[in-house]
C-alpha cells in the first residue's frame, strides 16, 4: 500500500529557507496528484496548493504564490516543498498528501504524511 | 476562493450519541466535499469524499450529505476515539479550503 515518509523537523531563521521531502513508497510519484497542508500551532488546516507531475502543473494558494515551489524527483519518487522568505507566521506542521483522482476530477486526500514540524526563530 | 463555514465550532457530546456537523459553501460546489477527522499530533484522516461516499475502511457508523451549498456529517453512535476535530473541505475550485474546525469532546 502506499506510503508518504517526509523528513524530519527543521529550525530556521527568518528570512531563510527550508525543504521539506515527502517520499512515496508503494508506488510512484508521477502517478498521483500531491497536495500540500500545513497547521500553524492552535489554527486549523490551511490548503498550500498541489503538484500533478504528470501533467508537470502546479497550483498555489494566492497568499503562497511566489514563495512557494513544490517538485517532484521521478528518479526517488519523491516530492518536495520549498517555502522561502520564512516569518514567524511560517511556523507549523507540513503535510503532503495524495489527492483522489477519478476520471478528470479530485476529491479529498486519502494517504498522509506523518507531517514535518518547521519553527521560524 | 470559496469560503468554507462549519457549526458549530465545538460540541460535546458522550458515548452513544448522534452528532451532526454542517458546512457551508459561499457557493455551490454541487458534491465536491470531504470530511477529515484530525487528532493531535496525527495526520489528517479522510473520512467522507464527494459529499457522500464513504472512505475505504472508515466505519459506517460516519455518513455524509448535501449538496450544492450545504453539506452534514453525521457520525450515528459516537466511540470513544471519536473524539477528535472535523474539517471539511471542497474540491471543487482551487485553492481547496477548509472549514475552521468542529472540536468534538467528551462531555
Known amino acids: 500500500q502506499v506510503q508518504l515518509v517526509q523528513s524530519g523537523p527543521e529550525v530556521k531563521k527568518p528570512g531563510s529557507s527550508v525543504t521539506v521531502s515527502c517520499k512515496v513508497s508503494g508506488g510512484t510519484v508521477s502517478s498521483y496528484v500531491i497536495s500540500w497542508v500545513r497547521q500553524a500551532p492552535g489554527q486549523g488546516l490551511e490548503w498550500m496548493g498541489r503538484?500533478?507531475?504528470?501533467?508537470?502543473?502546479?497550483t498555489y494558494g494566492q497568499k503562497f504564490q511566489g514563495r512557494v515551489t513544490f517538485t517532484t524527483d521521478e528518479s526517488t519518487s519523491t516530492a518536495y516543498m520549498e517555502v522561502s522568505s520564512l516569518t514567524s507566521d511560517d511556523t507549523a506542521v507540513y503535510y503532503c498528501?495524495?489527492?483522489?483522482?477519478?476520471?478528470?476530477?479530485?476529491?479529498?486526500?486519502?494517504?498522509w504524511g506523518q507531517g514535518t514540524t518547521v519553527t521560524v526563530s | 476562493d470559496i469560503r468554507m463555514t462549519q457549526s458549530p465550532s465545538s460540541l460535546s457530546a458522550a458515548v452513544g450519541d448522534r452528532v451532526s456537523i454542517t458546512c457551508r459553501a459561499s457557493q455551490s460546489i454541487t458534491n465536491s466535499l470531504n470530511w477529515y477527522q484530525h487528532k493531535p499530533g496525527k495526520a489528517p484522516n479522510l473520512l467522507i469524499y464527494?459529499?457522500?461516499s464513504l472512505q475505504s475502511g472508515v466505519p459506517s457508523r460516519f455518513s455524509g450529505s448535501g449538496s450544492g451549498t450545504d453539506f452534514t456529517l453525521t457520525i450515528s453512535s459516537l466511540q470513544p476515539g471519536d473524539f477528535a476535530t472535523y474539517y471539511c473541505?471542497?474540491?471543487?475550485?482551487?485553492?481547496?479550503?477548509f472549514g475552521q474546525g468542529t472540536k468534538l469532546d467528551i462531555k
Open positions: 473541505q471542497q474540491s471543487y475550485s482551487t485553492p481547496f479550503t
Open positions: 464527494a459529499a457522500s
Open positions: 498528501a495524495r489527492v483522489l483522482w477519478f476520471g478528470d476530477s479530485l476529491y479529498g486526500m486519502d494517504v
Open positions: 503538484i500533478i507531475p504528470i501533467y508537470g502543473t502546479s
